[in-house]
């Protein structure tokens, strides 16, 4: 019979350590979130043509987001928009000087986790 030799199991990082490659999930207040959606309001009101695209997804017209506006969903409804399209939420992010994992979390405070929009 062979004798193995015990090698011991390496010790593995801690979890919560971050590093370059995984950075921790930003932390976002439901204060900064609205302002965060607000913002990109904003960013697509000041363009037309992203403007439309918006209303023709959302069934909207122009009108008709100013009373949206007042429901409580309707911002997170935005940020759902922005993280929908890649191209859009990084133009977004670079012109705002945010994170795109900033504007996902801003989502997930007012839309809910994106397991919840597939149901």
Same mark, same amino acid.
């Not at 204060?31 to 403007?51: G, H, T, Y």
């Not at 940020?79 to 990084?90: K, P």
């Given at each position: 019979m062979?004798?193995?030799?015990?090698?011991?199991?390496?010790?593995?990082?801690?979890?919560?350590?971050?590093?370059?490659e995984?950075?921790?999930?930003?932390?976002?207040?439901?204060e900064?979130?609205?302002?965060?959606?607000?913002q990109?309001?904003?960013?697509?009101a000041?363009?037309?043509?992203?403007?439309?695209r918006?209303?023709?997804?959302?069934?909207?017209?122009?009108?008709?987001?100013?009373?949206a506006?007042?429901?409580?969903?309707f911002?997170g409804a935005?940020?759902?928009h922005?993280c929908?399209?890649?191209?859009? #939420?990084?133009i977004?992010?670079?012109?705002?000087?945010?994170?795109p994992d900033?504007?996902?979390g801003?989502?997930?405070? #007012?839309?809910?986790?994106?397991?919840?929009?597939?149901?």
């Amino acid at each position: 019979m062979t004798e193995r030799h015990f090698r011991p199991h390496p010790k593995p990082e801690p979890r919560t350590k971050s590093t370059p490659e995984r950075p921790r999930p930003a932390r976002v207040t439901q204060e900064r979130a609205f302002e965060i959606a607000v913002q990109a309001l904003s960013w697509l009101a000041a363009d037309a043509e992203r403007l439309d695209r918006f209303l023709s997804l959302s069934g909207l017209d122009h009108e008709g987001i100013r009373r949206a506006a007042q429901e409580p969903g309707f911002l997170g409804a935005v940020l759902e928009h922005l993280c929908a399209d890649e191209e859009s #939420l990084l133009i977004f992010a670079n012109e705002t000087d945010l994170r795109p994992d900033v504007i996902s979390g801003a989502r997930e405070i #007012l839309a809910g986790p994106a397991e919840w929009q597939s149901i």
